[in-house]
C-alpha cells in the first residue's frame, strides 16, 4: 500500500545545470500530475500524463521544462539550464483511471529543489 | 486571475470549537471540489470533496458545504483538535477529461489547546 513516491527529496543545483524529479505513481493508478509550488503559495498545475501520453501541459513553462512518463519507470519532471526562479517543491500526484467522473488525486511528499 | 480564493491566510480556534474554512471561486464550469490538509515539508493530504450535484458531504468530524449560486464553500471541522493545526488547501476541477486541481493559495489552522 505504498503511496506516491518522489525523489529525491531535497535537490540543490546550481544556474545551468538540470535537476530531475521522480515519481512513482500508487499502485493502479494510471494518472500523473506535477505541481509546483512557490514559497506562500497554493500548488500551481504544471502537466497531466497517462503512459507514454502527455495529456495535458497548459501549466508547464514553454522552454526548459519537460515531462515524461514512460510505459516502464517512474514519471520524469526534467528542468534544464535550471535558474533561482525554479527554487520551488514539486508536488506529484497520481489517480486511478477517470472513467467519465472525478477522481480524487493523492500527493507524494514532494521535492524541494534548491538553485543556488 | 484566481480562479479559487481563500481569503483568510490564518485561523484560529480553541481546541473543542469548531474551525470554518472559507473558499470562493470563480469558474463556474467547475464541477467537482477538493479539500487538502498540508502539513510543513509533507505532501498535501485529500481530506473530502464534493461533487457540483451535492451541496453537503460529511465524513465523520468533517463536513463540505457547497453553496453554488454564492460561487462558495467551506470545511467545518468539529470538534477541532490540536493535531488538525495545518494549511488547508481549498482546489476545484472541471469534469470531463481534464484532469488538473487549481488550487487556492491556503489557510493556514491553529488550534490552541
Known amino acids: 500500500n505504498a503511496g506516491v513516491m518522489q525523489n529525491p527529496r531535497h535537490l540543490v543545483r546550481r544556474r545551468g545545470q538540470e535537476a530531475r524529479l521522480r515519481c512513482s505513481p500508487m499502485?493502479?493508478?494510471?494518472?500523473v500530475y506535477w505541481y509546483r509550488q512557490l514559497p506562500e503559495e497554493g500548488l500551481k498545475f504544471m502537466v497531466y500524463?497517462?503512459?507514454?501520453?502527455?495529456?495535458?501541459e497548459s501549466g508547464m513553462p514553454k522552454e526548459r521544462f519537460s515531462a515524461e512518463f514512460p510505459k516502464e519507470g517512474p514519471s520524469i519532471l526534467r528542468i534544464q539550464q535550471v535558474v533561482r526562479g525554479d527554487s520551488a517543491a514539486y508536488f506529484c500526484?497520481?489517480?486511478?483511471?477517470?472513467?467519465?467522473?472525478?477522481?480524487?488525486?493523492?500527493f507524494g511528499p514532494g521535492t524541494r529543489l534548491t538553485v543556488l | 486571475d484566481q480562479q479559487v480564493k481563500q481569503n483568510s491566510p490564518s485561523l484560529s480556534v480553541q481546541e473543542g470549537r469548531i474551525s470554518i474554512l472559507n473558499c470562493d471561486y470563480t469558474n463556474s464550469m467547475f464541477d467537482y471540489f477538493l479539500w487538502y490538509k498540508k502539513y510543513p515539508a509533507e505532501g498535501p493530504t485529500f481530506l473530502i470533496s464534493i461533487s457540483s450535484i451535492k451541496d453537503k458531504n460529511e465524513d465523520g468530524r468533517f463536513t463540505v458545504f457547497l453553496n453554488k449560486s454564492a460561487k462558495h464553500l467551506s470545511l467545518h471541522i468539529v470538534p477541532s483538535q490540536p493535531g488538525d493545526s495545518a494549511v488547508y488547501f481549498c482546489a476545484a476541477s472541471v469534469g470531463g477529461s481534464q484532469g488538473n486541481l487549481i488550487f487556492g493559495k491556503g489557510t493556514k489552522l491553529s488550534v490552541k489547546p
Open positions: 500526484a497520481s489517480s486511478p483511471t477517470l472513467a467519465g467522473g472525478h477522481n480524487e488525486q493523492f
Open positions: 499502485k493502479g493508478h494510471s494518472h
Open positions: 500524463l497517462q503512459k507514454e501520453n502527455i495529456i495535458d
